[in-house]
C-alpha cells in the first residue's frame, strides 16, 4: 500500500530532499492509517461472523476459511475506498499532533 514514486532531478537539492521527506512521511502515515482501518473492519467482520445464529447446511472448516479471506480482502477494500472514514481521522491526528 506504500506509494512509491519515481526519482526526479530536483530531488537533489536540499530544499527537495527535505520536501521528499515530508512526502514520504506522508504516505506512510496514510499507508500506515489505511492498514489499521483495514485490520479493525476486518475484526468487526469476524466478530460479526461468530456472533450469527445458526450454521449452514454446507457449513464447515473449508467454508470458515474462504470466509475468512472473503472478509479479509472486504475489509481491505473498504479501507481502501474509506467507508469509514477511520484511516482519514487517524491521518489528520498524526499530521496535528506531529507525530
Known sequence: ??????P???????LSSN?????KRQADIQSMAADFEAIFVRQMLKTMRTSSLGEGLFDGQGTEQFRDMQDAKVAESMAEKGVFGIAQLLTRHLENNDV
Open 1 to 6: 500500500m506504500t506509494i512509491i514514486s519515481p
Open 8 to 14: 526526479s532531478l530536483a530531488a537533489t537539492s536540499p
Open 19 to 23: 520536501n521528499a521527506a515530508a512526502d
